[in-house]
């Protein structure tokens, strides 16, 4: 049943994942890929709130198949660290350093402070 569950949420994630980074490269244009970072935001920020609401005595979330669903399930296919890093190289390859390097800083400052501030928040909620 974990299993089912686990591939349940990574179709889900893979899906959202697509239907967002599709909707603001459209909206915004392909030179950055900004669905990409803000996939990667949000994954993170969803992570630290469960792991936040379940962890360390927390009673905000209990289930285990829960939590395995959201955070190896939809978080395991709505995140994207390898398209990241292949866009990352596409913008090395390209000659453009600033641009890969604003993004390797922007993905990397963003979704630790999501990920803090997704596990602070629900630890807060959970006491």
């Known amino acids: 049943m974990t299993a089912l569950l686990i591939a349940l949420g990574g179709a889900l994630g893979s899906l959202a994942r697509y239907g967002l980074s599709e909707a603001l490269a459209r909206t ?4 950055f890929p900004w669905g990409t970072l803000l996939v990667n935001v949000t994954g993170c920020l969803l992570i630290g709130a469960v ?3 379940s962890w360390n005595d927390a009673r905000l979330i209990e289930s285990p198949a829960v939590r395995q669903f959201v955070m190896v399930g939809i978080c395991g296919g709505y995140t994207t660290f ?3 890093s292949l866009q990352t190289v596409g913008m090395l390859q390209a000659g453009d350093a ?3 390097g604003a ?3 922007a993905s990397l400052f963003t979704c ?3 990920t803090w501030a997704g596990y ?3 630890a ?4």
């Open 103 to 105: 993004y390797v800083a």
């Open 124 to 127: 807060a909620l959970a006491r």
């Open 98 to 100: 600033l641009r890969a």
């Open 28 to 31: 915004l244009g392909p030179a």
């Open 82 to 84: 390898s398209a990241f």
């Open 51 to 53: 792991a936040g609401g």
């Open 120 to 122: 602070a928040a629900a």
């Open 112 to 114: 630790l402070l999501a």
